[in-house]
């Protein structure tokens, strides 16, 4: 009962982060310093009974501290990292928008445990999408340019001098545009299937000011039409996909014969006991939601899932006739897996 309790709290909790960041109040309380709910209301524009009371809840699940001498309340350094700076690698405020589409969807995906059937990543709510970006690229921002691409063999060099390449199943861009920025005297193209993710990619890309090196179609990982690559990326979605080896056989086809295949995955280890842990817990509860879901509704309908690991991985890329596969680099939430013909 006290786990329940302790369960129920953050479940219900998640609702009042999005609430949070929506409308200013962990970004206004950050950069205002301590305040009481009167002075955060009128920082904020807000109506104080709402606030007060928004806060006592934040108070109580340890999101904001309390002075109960003044009445204030204020964010520590840690608690603005991750609720009030979207640019800090620890920021998971966004994270509560993608769960909050699981909620939503919940209906659906109870229809397909009775029926077999997939639900596509189209059929999701639209918070997914936007949850989805904003989740994953403090990560990127955090790791791709400064560790992960260095950790591939040669492949920074050739980024530097100019290298043609693809990121498939690239969503609303977060890490394409992140390399097209690092990396100018490169071509980068962004392939996802899903349209509104590839408007809002464009859409993003303008807000970051990418030159004309970057550009994103709509085209899935089958079917995208680039060729002679130096590189290829699949972050975090070839899990997701019906026919990850038919996907991965079509990206070995379309690189250059000394090409590399960088494959950025949900960390995990290789059996269920490895991944009983609370990172595990969100992976797993994802997939059922998403990821499994999502392969189903497609060709072939694999359903690797998110927690796939690094051999079931090996195995995927080595069928669609990968040679040389190693685990290039980690983080706790991700594997990074080079790949070359």
């Known amino acids: 009962m006290s786990k329940m309790v302790g369960e129920m709290g953050a479940a219900i909790s998640g609702a009042l982060v999005l609430v949070g960041t929506r409308l200013g109040l962990y970004k206004a309380l950050a ?44 964010l520590s350094p840690e608690q603005a990292m991750v609720f009030a700076d979207d640019e ?40 997914l999408f936007r949850g989805t970006e904003r989740f994953f690229r403090p990560g990127y921002r955090a790791n791709l340019v400064s560790s992960w691409l260095p950790a591939l063999d040669g492949v920074v060099d050739r980024l530097e001098e100019g290298a043609r390449v693809a990121d498939i199943g690239c969503g609303a861009g977060a890490s394409t ?16 299937y899903h349209e509104p993710s590839i408007t809002r990619a464009r859409e993003a890309a303008a807000e970051a000011g990418v030159g004309g090196n970057l550009r994103f179609e709509v085209a899935t990982a089958k079917e ?9 990326a699949c972050f975090d979605c070839l ?36 991944n009983l842990n609370p ?10 939601m998403i990821c499994t879901p999502g392969s189903l509704a497609q060709e072939v309908g694999l ?39």
């Not at 209301?41 to 928004?54: C, I, Q």
């Not at 993608?98 to 596509?120: H, K, M, N, Q, T």
């Not at 995208?224 to 290829?232: H, Q, V």
């Not at 086809?253 to 059996?271: H, W």
């Open 88 to 127: 800090a690698p620890t920021y998971l405020a966004s994270a509560y928008e993608l769960i909050s589409s699981v909620y939503i969807d919940e209906p659906r995906i109870s229809d397909a445990f009775r029926s077999g059937r997939g639900v596509g990543w189209h059929e999701h709510h639209e918070c």
């Open 239 to 274: 899990h997701d996909m019906g026919d990850p080896v038919g996907a991965a056989r079509h990206v070995r086809e379309a690189l250059k014969p000394d090409g590399t295949f960088m494959v950025v995955e949900p960390f995990a280890q290789d059996s269920l006991p490895g």
């Open 31 to 74: 950069e205002g310093g301590p305040a009481t709910s009167a002075v955060l209301a009128a920082r904020t524009g807000l109506f104080e009974r709402y606030v007060r009371e928004w806060l006592a809840a934040q108070a109580a699940s340890g999101y904001v501290e309390h002075d109960p001498e003044t009445g204030s309340f204020a």
């Open 279 to 288: 990172i595990g817990r969100i992976f797993y509860s994802a997939s059922t």
């Open 177 to 192: 545009i992140l390399m097209a920025l690092a990396f100018p005297d490169s071509e980068f193209v962004g392939y996802d």
């Open 224 to 232: 995208f039409p680039a060729r002679n690559l130096d590189l290829a």
């Open 303 to 341: 359903g690797l899932g998110a927690q796939a690991g690094e051999k079931k991985l090996a195995e995927v890329l080595s069928q669609a006739g990968f040679t040389r596969i190693r685990r290039a680099a980690e983080t706790p939430f991700n594997l990074v897996i080079e790949a070359r013909p």
